[in-house]
């Protein structure tokens, strides 16, 4: 490791201690994200770089309550792979990686464990993955994109069109890069474009989802690799929903950390 060891790095604990780690229980968070396109103006850390940002500071904060994983930095891209320097991780291969991890753990003896999504496209795989994981050991796992944590705050503080300006590379995941590291971030590149077909039950958006979902091959409603408005993102709103989404964090943590596990009934 570099620098001091820190309380609530899983991996940072010898096995010795780590006996001790587990009879406090803590809630385990797994972070995974993507390495994927983002516009013109994002480098394809994103996913990545937002997710674990957020995890480490809400563990920063309650760190006897929280034991934080190392990241997983690939995630499901095949519709993605259009695009030069997109990683992919067939989603049979995500699914059953992610849920040897949530196993060890719960043969360890955890019994929360909490699964931190920066990537649309892994939703559907770490649901499954967490539902196995209930069914094949005594712990309770959870799953989430970041997103979904802050919906109420972001609809009443977005400007872009909604629904379609946040989906990706977009306002949200632009304005809160903005706030993690503005020098990375090339605003003179970005561009808006939405550029997926018009329905009433269709469309893209990390805040208000549709009604019918479907993805297509991103390079047939994308040029740029954007979904949605990063024109105006501000390193002001990124800041507002960071905080957001680490308080909404510690939040949850708190309350899954109490959560019962009750006895499962045969009622044939």
């Not at 570099?2 to 009879?23: C, F, Q, S």
């Not at 297509?216 to 390193?235: F, H, L």
């Amino acid at each position: 490791m570099n620098g001091d060891k820190l309380k609530y790095r899983y991996d940072h604990h010898t096995w010795p201690e780590m006996k001790e780690v587990i009879a406090r229980q803590p809630v385990c968070v797994l972070p995974i994200g993507s390495v994927e396109d983002h516009g013109h103006h994002l480098p394809l850390d994103v996913d990545n770089f937002l997710i674990t940002s957020i995890c480490e500071e809400a563990a920063r904060r309650i760190p006897d309550e929280t034991l934080l994983l190392p990241p997983i930095p690939y995630g499901f891209e095949d519709h993605h792979m259009s695009f030069p320097g997109t990683v992919t991780v067939k989603a049979e291969h995500l699914e059953a990686f992610v849920l040897d991890i949530t196993l060890s753990l719960a043969h360890h003896g955890f019994r929360k464990i909490l699964i931190a999504d920066g990537h649309g496209s892994n939703m559907p795989i770490l649901d499954l993955a967490a539902r196995k994981t209930i069914i094949q050991s005594d712990a309770l796992c959870a799953c989430f994109i970041w997103p979904s944590l802050i919906s109420d705050l972001v609809k009443q503080t977005r400007e872009g069109p909604a629904p379609g300006g946040m989906s990706h590379a977009c306002e949200l995941e632009t304005s809160v890069y903005l706030h993690l590291n503005a020098a990375a971030v090339q605003m003179d590149k970005a561009r808006k474009e939405i550029g997926f077909h018009k329905s009433n039950y269709y469309w893209h958006d990390l805040i208000a989802g549709p009604k019918v979902r479907m993805m297509e091959w991103w390079s047939r409603i994308s040029k740029t690799g954007v979904i949605g408005d990063p024109t105006v993102a501000t390193a002001e709103k990124g800041k507002l929903w960071f905080d957001a989404s680490v308080q909404a964090l510690i939040e949850f943590i708190r309350e899954f950390r109490g959560f019962e596990i009750r006895e499962k009934l045969d009622l044939h």
